[in-house]
């Protein structure tokens, strides 16, 4: 058995955790927050739920489900429709689907197709290996 220091109780450092208890391990957890939850926290404006940061879970995250379901609480995740947005200079613009790329005012027709032909590609590839060593700039 050892010690083991896990810094952050957000999700992935609770898992950790979780996952060196359960081998046994002494474990304490350190938090600079006042409460759990790292990323996946949020705010509570008298009942309504806002997350901290943009941070989701996926339905093909198989892993977090799984644990989830080992800590029995695989039927607590409530799926909600969501919606992305970009509030600009008083604005709010909706994002997050071609039609919205389509009439956002603040990009050219070229910047348009750009961003699209990026996403679209970025649907296709299998890893990101070869983008590693690039810089954003590059």
């Known amino acids: 058995?050892?010690?083991?220091?896990i810094v952050g109780a957000g999700a992935m450092g609770l898992a950790a955790a979780y996952h060196a208890l359960s081998d046994g391990h002494d474990v304490t957890v350190y938090e600079a927050d006042r409460v759990a939850g790292g990323m996946a926290a949020?705010?509570?404006f008298d009942g309504l739920s806002i997350e901290r940061f943009y941070h989701f879970v996926c339905?093909?995250?198989q892993?977090?489900?799984?644990l989830m379901s080992e800590?029995?609480?695989?039927?607590?995740m409530v799926w909600v429709d969501t919606s992305m947005g970009y509030y600009i200079n008083g604005t709010l613009y909706?994002?997050?689907?071609?039609?919205s790329l389509l009439k956002f005012p603040l990009l050219s027709m070229w910047q348009k197709f750009l961003y699209g032909w990026s996403a679209f590609r970025q649907t296709k590839k299998a890893d990101f290996d070869d983008l590693e060593d690039l810089t954003v700039k590059e």
């Open 1 to 5: 058995m050892a010690k083991v220091g």
């Open 71 to 76: 800590l029995g609480i695989g039927d607590k």
């Open 42 to 44: 949020h705010f509570d």
């Open 63 to 66: 892993a977090t489900f799984d």
């Open 59 to 61: 339905k093909p995250d």
């Open 94 to 99: 909706p994002w997050g689907d071609p039609f």
